[in-house]
T-cell receptor, first 111, second 115 residues
Framework: DAGVTQSPTHLIKTRGQQVTLRCSPK?????VSWYQQALGQGPQFIFQ???????QRGNFPDRFSGHQFPNYSSELNVNALLLGDSALYLC??????????FGSGTRLTVV | AQKVTQAQTEISVVEKEDVTLDCVYE???????LFWYKQPPSGELVFLIR????DEQNEISGRYSWNFQKSTSSFNFTITASQVVDSAVYFC????????????WGAGTKLIIKP
C-alpha cells in the first residue's frame, strides 16, 4: 500500500518563474494538506483540499494556489517565485480529519 | 490562538543515554490532539504518537515514552537508551477544534546521538 507520493523530489527555479508540485495521497485518503517548511523551522500550513475544494487556508499570499482532482491527488502552484519561497514543501493526506500521513516532500530552491 | 513551544533547539547525547524532549502548548480549547513526529534527514515526517486532551495516561512504546500533563500544558517525549538511529529532528504539534484542521507545529528539536 503506497503512502503519500510527491513529485518532483528536488527542483531549482529562477525568481519570477512559476512552479507546480504534485501529490498523490495514500490509498483511501480523501483530504490533502500542503505545508511549507523553511530550513530549521517547523512546517507552516498552506491550505487543505477536500472534495476538490479549498477547505482551509493558512497565511500565504494568493501566489500560492492549489487544486484537487477527482482521484484526490493534488497540485500546489506557486507563481512569481521569490527567493524566500525556497523550502521543503510537504504534502499530507488523511481520511477526513483523521491521522495525517506525510510524503517525503519536494525541495524547492529559487535562485 | 494555539501555540506550540519546543524550547530545546538542539540536544546532543552519547548513545545509550536517556533523553527527554520538551513540548509546551497553548490552547483555549478543551478538545484537542497532541502529536509527536520524527523527521530524519530524508525529510519525511514520521508519525510517532497522537494523544487527545481527555486521555492523560502516559504512553510507552518500546524505548519511547510520553508524559502528558494538562496541569502544566506539557507533552514531553523521552527516549530511553538512545541509539544513533534516533538522530533526527522531532516535532511536537497540536490540533485544536477551533484551528479548523490545521496542525500547529513547534519549531522542532534536533537530536544528535553520538556513538
Amino acid at each position: 500500500d503506497a503512502g503519500v507520493t510527491q513529485s518532483p523530489t528536488h527542483l531549482i527555479k529562477t525568481r519570477g518563474q512559476q512552479v507546480t508540485l504534485r501529490c498523490s495521497p495514500k490509498s483511501g485518503h480523501d483530504t490533502v494538506s500542503w505545508y511549507q517548511q523553511a530550513l530549521g523551522q517547523g512546517p507552516q500550513f498552506i491550505f487543505q483540499y477536500y472534495e476538490e475544494e479549498e477547505r482551509q487556508r493558512g497565511n500565504f499570499p494568493d501566489r500560492f494556489s492549489g487544486h484537487q482532482f477527482p482521484n484526490y491527488s493534488s497540485e500546489l502552484n506557486v507563481n512569481a517565485l521569490l527567493l524566500g519561497d525556497s523550502a521543503l514543501y510537504l504534502c499530507a493526506s488523511s481520511y477526513g480529519t483523521g491521522l495525517y500521513t506525510f510524503g517525503s516532500g519536494t525541495r524547492l530552491t529559487v535562485v | 490562538a494555539q501555540k506550540v513551544t519546543q524550547a530545546q533547539t538542539e540536544i546532543s547525547v552519547v548513545e545509550k543515554e536517556d533523553v527527554t524532549l520538551d513540548c509546551v502548548y497553548e490552547t483555549r480549547d478543551t478538545t484537542y490532539y497532541l502529536f509527536w513526529y520524527k523527521q530524519p534527514p530524508s525529510g519525511e515526517l514520521v508519525f510517532l504518537i497522537r494523544r487527545n486532551s481527555f486521555d492523560e495516561q502516559n504512553e510507552i512504546s518500546g524505548r519511547y515514552s510520553w508524559n502528558f500533563q494538562k496541569s502544566t500544558s506539557s507533552f514531553n517525549f523521552t527516549i530511553t537508551a538512545s541509539q544513533v538511529v534516533d538522530s533526527a529532528v522531532y516535532f511536537c504539534a497540536l490540533i485544536a477544534m477551533d484551528s479548523n484542521y490545521q496542525l500547529i507545529w513547534g519549531a522542532g528539536t534536533k537530536l544528535i546521538i553520538k556513538p
